[in-house]
Every structure is written in C-alpha cells, then in structure tokens.
C-alpha cells in the first residue's frame, strides 16, 4: 500500500502481533531498572460516525490528539515525528491527513509502517507502538515506505526516503484509528532528567 500517496490502491493486510509492558514509573525508577521509555500521555475516543468511514475532517482524530497532548503537558511544537495510522485508503488517508494539519501544519514529519508491514487490523495500534518506541530508542523517525510525496489531498508532510534523523531526546506521537469511529492517540518520550 502506499499511505497518504497519489494513486493510492488501498490497503494490504499484515499479519503481526506486538506489546509493551507498561509499569508505574515510580517503581522501575525505585528499583533502579532501565526503561525504553515514557507514555506521557493518550486519550481514546469513539465518535461512532460510520461503521467504516472516518468523518472526512478528522474531528475525532483531532479530539484524541488534542486530548493526549493535554495529558503529556505538551504542545504542538514539542512533537518530533507523528507516526500515522495511515491505511493506504483514500478516505482514511485524507481524513487523517486533515486532522494532522488542523493541529500540526505541515512543520511535523509523518510516517505510517503500514507501507511496510501491511495493516494488522487488531494489532496494528500495538505494533505502531512499538514502532514509536523504536523510533525513540533509534532517534529516527522511518520513511513513509512506498509515497515520499504527499497526494494533494493528504496536506502533510511525509518522511522522506531514508528517513530523518531525530531529536536527541525524541518526543513521538502515535495515531490509531479503527471501524466504527474509535480514535486514539499515544505519546511517547523520555523525561530527560529521570532516564539514566
């Protein structure tokens, strides 16, 4: 599939699983343990629009996000990589695509695995994150696999191929979608002082 590209064919199933133990940051610091990194904030959503159509400007898109960078304490502006949902469909694209930039512009890179992994359908939001997390671990936000150009109807600026190096000390919000209008949105980061 080739998320947010012109001509884009639709999407292509993946198959994968994936999961991050999440734990008090309290305790793993107390009992003097290493993490990966922070779930600073996220929010979850459902808008219940259609059973298969996301609403065509992306208010519940942009209701989790807003939500989550509430949560975090943080702004648009702290936001180094933006990792899509990105399905390859033309309405999810689109959709998606005008959510990130009502709140975004076009300032923020954006990137969807799904051009390379396929679309894991129940676990997709799982991989994504830990795909965010990768991009942490790594400072390296992945190119937008199979479109490095955005199509005129998806306003956001893409990865391109290679990829972009990161922050040192990388802030990465991730976006998952699914059927029936639920939304949600996670942030992830390090906070400087506290990681060893």
Partial sequence: CKPFGPDRPGM????????????????????????Y????????????????SPREKGEGAVEVMNLALKM???????????NAHG???????????????????????????K????HTLGGAGAVEAVA???SILHRKAW?????????????????????LVLSDHPIVLSNSFAFGGSNCCLIFGNAKERQR
């Fill in 12 to 35: 292509t199933l993946g198959d994968g699983a994936a999961f991050l133990v999440l734990e008090p940051l309290d305790k793993v610091i107390e009992e003097n343990r290493y993490y």
């Fill in 37 to 52: 990194t922070e779930l600073l904030g996220f929010s979850m959503g459902s808008d219940a629009y259609s059973m298969t």
């Fill in 72 to 82: 975090a304490g943080l702004t648009v502006q702290d936001i180094d990589f933006i």
């Fill in 87 to 113: 399905t390859g469909t033309l309405y999810n694209d689109r959709s998606e695509a005008i959510a990130i930039h009502s709140l975004f512009g076009d300032n923020t890179p954006v990137a969807s695995i």
């Fill in 115 to 118: 051009g390379l992994v396929g």
């Fill in 132 to 134: 965010s997390v990768y």
């Fill in 143 to 163: 190119p937008n696999f199979n479109s490095y150009e955005a199509d005129g109807d998806c306003p956001v600026r893409l990865v391109p191929e290679g990829g």
